[in-house]
């Protein structure tokens, strides 16, 4: 069993730069990829990155890629996504996820979610 909980959300302008946190319980966390997620109001939920187990490989969506960065620490059992270059489009619920095989890029790929965390970003 692995229990998710995401934080730092938040209201920014465009721009603007936001740090996440997603703090995992568990001890499962070492060996389970993450993922980030997101899902705007009356859109489908979508992946935004991804990194493996150890931290080596990380995989993002073609509207994140160069902004964002997802990177890990086992040692604290916590996935951080830095988001920079703020756009309002990236305004959506932002959802931490575990897989604990493979690493998918598909919500159906997830076997654990956190709560999610709300970002807003005004233009």
């Known amino acids: 069993q692995v229990q998710l909980v995401e934080s730092g959300g938040g209201l920014v302008q465009a721009g603007d730069s936001l740090r996440l946190s997603c703090a995992a319980s568990g001890r499962t966390f070492s060996s389970s990829s993450m993922g980030w997620f997101r899902q705007a109001p009356g859109k489908e939920r979508e992946f935004v990155a991804a990194?493996?187990?150890?931290?080596?490989?990380?995989h993002y969506s073609d509207f994140v890629k160069g902004r964002f960065t997802i990177s890990r620490d086992n040692a604290k059992n916590t996935v951080y996504l830095q988001m920079n270059s703020l756009k309002p489009e990236d305004t959506a619920v932002y959802f931490c996820?575990?897989?604990?095989?493979?690493?998918?890029?598909?919500?159906?790929?997830?076997?654990?979610w956190g709560q999610g965390t709300q970002v807003t970003v005004s233009s």
């Open positions: 990194i493996s187990r150890s931290g080596s490989s990380t």
């Open positions: 996820a575990a897989q604990l095989a493979g690493l998918g890029f598909a919500p159906s790929d997830a076997d654990y």
